[in-house]
């Protein structure tokens, strides 16, 4: 019998580029957070080094994002330096097709990780955590009894309507009715069951639905943030539903980036669909309701106050999950290794 523990002695050619990571999943929906192997990223502001990252280093993104190491839904994160002197650090967000603007999943399961490893000291009842994120400073806060995570919740940013009732025409689906709104990220917000699909709808109908009419909106629509300008494109569609579970509030199926399926019930479009029921007057300040994902897990959001983003008027929400630890990774990368640069194969 051969001893393959040696394997574990081997190490690669100098050559190669090694990247270390954390796995978690929030409530189902992958998170990797790079630990080492990022090169330095240049600039002032999150923005700034995610731009670095784009132009110098987005072969580093495909190799852990995409197969063989990743697949075609995973999500990522970078640990940066913070715009703020009061914020803790600042962190870029990637999956298959770039970088994101904001990502509620992330920020639960990043806090989580952060705390449970003891790299920012654990208070109880709650550790606070201020982090930069490209859409602007997220406040967490981690929830914890007797030295265990329970949960995270975190205050968004602003959050706000640009459209209600809208129509768009698209190739597959014809006409169709849509909400357009900000919840960190800008969603298109449809109905599923008038489009034919149901909670029982293949991963490839979402895809192909929710692709044709982000394509549609994005070439008919010119959106623009009211503050930052790189927030100005469509990322997802959200189709709901009625929730399986009658104690929750509706079921969330979003599809995002290109054609990436959100586990989870997507932290940036509850709150995104919390600015649309509020505008509506179907939720009230304060009031708490749970969303379901395509898995049956679930999200908390409520909306704390209103405010202003610009000259519209916004809304802050609060959100809430849970994420586990699921593993650590320690990637190499090979530069004479074509096909392991990444690729996506569905």
């Known amino acids: 019998m051969i001893d393959i523990s040696t394997i574990s002695k081997w190490s690669p050619k100098n050559k190669w580029l090694e990247i270390k990571t954390i796995d978690a999943h929030t409530e189902g929906e992958p998170l990797r957070i790079v630990i080492s192997g990022i090169p330095f990223l240049k600039g002032e502001t ?27 839904d995973m999500y990522g994160a970078i640990i940066v330096e913070p715009d703020k002197k009061n914020s803790d650090f600042g962190v870029i967000f990637m999956h298959n097709e770039g970088y994101s603007t904001g990502c509620g999943h992330a920020v639960i399961a990043i806090s989580k990780v952060l705390v449970e490893t003891g790299v920012i000291k654990l208070n109880e009842p709650e550790t606070e955590i201020n982090m930069d994120v490209p859409s602007g400073t997220i406040k967490a806060f981690v929830k914890t009894k007797n030295k265990k995570v329970n949960s995270v919740r975190f205050i968004n940013v602003p959050s706000y309507v640009e ?29 599923g069951s008038n489009l034919g699909l149901s909670s029982d709808s293949t991963i490839g109908e979402f895809i192909d639905v929710g692709m044709d009419i982000k394509n549609s909106i ?52 509850v709150s995104a669909r919390a600015a649309v029921h509020f505008k ?29 983003l610009g000259s519209l008027n916004a809304i802050i929400t609060e959100v809430e999950g849970t994420a586990n630890i699921v593993g650590k990774n320690t990637f190499w990368i090979d530069p004479d290794d074509d096909i392991g640069q990444g690729f996506m194969l569905r």
Do not use: Q, W
């Open 46 to 72: 999150v923005l700034k080094k995610r731009n670095h990252m784009m132009k110098k280093f987005d072969h580093v993104r495909k190799a852990i994002m995409l197969e063989p190491r990743g697949h075609a």
């Open 163 to 191: 459209k209600l009732d809208a129509e768009i025409s698209t190739p597959k689906l014809g006409l169709i009715n849509y909400d357009l709104a900000f919840g960190g990220a800008y969603y298109a917000i449809v109905n």
């Open 218 to 269: 994005t070439r008919e629509t010119k959106i623009e943030h009211p503050t930052i300008n790189d927030m100005n494109f469509l990322y997802g569609t959200i189709f709901t539903f009625e929730p399986l579970d009658k104690n929750n509030h509706s079921r969330n199926v979003c599809v995002f980036a290109n054609g990436e399926v959100d586990r989870s019930p997507t932290g940036t479009g």
């Open 280 to 308: 509506r007057g179907e939720i009230k300040l304060n009031e708490t309701v749970a969303i379901e994902s395509i898995l049956g897990s679930t999200f908390k959001v409520s909306v704390l106050r209103e405010t202003k």
